[in-house]
């Protein structure tokens, strides 16, 4: 897809970017996909409203126009609308509202299942589907083409989040989907009509300062680009009337201890009980 840049730095781009990281970052140029990504935000109040007819097709087209590694497509979705798996979907995640409200949570799966099936099939054993390499290879490549699937929902108008609280307990959500061994629920992205009576806001992202590096990797504009987000995370908490914190205690909180992975310190084995030999 090739849509032409408009000059650079319209009035419209700056806006995008000072909202993006409340702060100015030159960009090369602007087109309505720029405009889309840098719009984006999580949406986490829905109206039931039904998708439209293809909808779901739609967005899996997309998916999978995503790049794969070495074209072995190591991945698959399911397309859950029915109430009842929703509500236990939104139990495994402890209780996100969100995965009840939607029509739609799209599964993602990292899925070496297909790959044995076919390998069956020409009575070979695949010895490479046995090591972490191979895993880490179909959850990348379910997150990118979730990622696409994404970009067309908001496209279509349409709101999203990801629900990486499936991973709270996948052999739950392995039953719940019926997957076949070799096969795992990485992440959800919920999918539907978002409720405008709920207001949401684009979040700030770190500076590119603390993401972006030339040639070689460097610490020393980290600190400083840190405190900078800090001052901005603090301001979106502020606007949006949630608790002060800055985004530095976010993350040491998050990561304190392992009461705060929620069960995924335990992913590991659980995958290994699906059929993954992470070697």
Not at 39 to 60: C, F, K, N, Q
Not at 167 to 181: F, G, H, Q, S
Not at 201 to 229: C, D, F, G, N, W
């Amino acid at each position: 897809m090739n849509i032409p840049l408009t000059p650079p730095q319209p009035a419209e781009a700056v806006d995008a970017a000072s909202r993006r990281y409340r702060e100015p970052v030159p960009l090369a140029g602007w087109n309505p996909v720029l405009a889309s990504l840098l719009d984006h935000r999580s949406v986490r109040a829905y109206r039931p409203d039904p998708l439209a007819p293809g909808t779901v097709e739609t967005l899996v087209a997309a998916a999978s126009s995503a790049p794969t590694s070495s074209n072995i497509q190591a991945w698959s979705v399911v397309a859950v609308t029915d109430p009842d798996r929703r509500d236990r979907l939104a139990e495994i995640a402890g209780g996100q509202e969100h995965i009840r409200q939607a029509p739609l949570i799209l599964v993602w799966i990292a899925d070496l299942a297909r790959a044995e099936a076919v390998a069956d099939t020409a009575g070979v054993t695949l010895q490479g589907l046995d090591y972490t390499e191979t895993f880490l290879l179909a959850a990348i490549d379910a997150a990118l083409a979730a990622q696409n699937a994404l970009i067309a929902a908001e496209s279509l108008g349409l709101g999203t989040v990801y629900i990486g609280a499936l991973r709270n307990d996948p052999k739950a959500v392995a039953e719940l989907l019926n997957l076949p061994r070799r096969a795992a629920a990485v992440f959800g992205l919920v999918v539907g009509h978002p409720d405008r009576k709920v207001e949401t806001a684009v979040k700030p992202r770190l500076p590119q300062q603390a993401v972006l590096h030339h040639e070689t990797y460097s610490t020393a504009p980290q600190a400083e680009a840190i405190a900078r987000h800090d001052r901005a995370t603090e301001a979106f908490r502020a606007e949006q009337s949630l608790p002060p914190q800055s985004w530095s205690a976010l993350l040491v909180d998050r990561l304190r201890d392992v009461a705060a992975l929620k069960g995924r310190h335990k992913l590991r084995q659980t995958l290994e009980r699906l059929g993954f030999i992470l070697g």
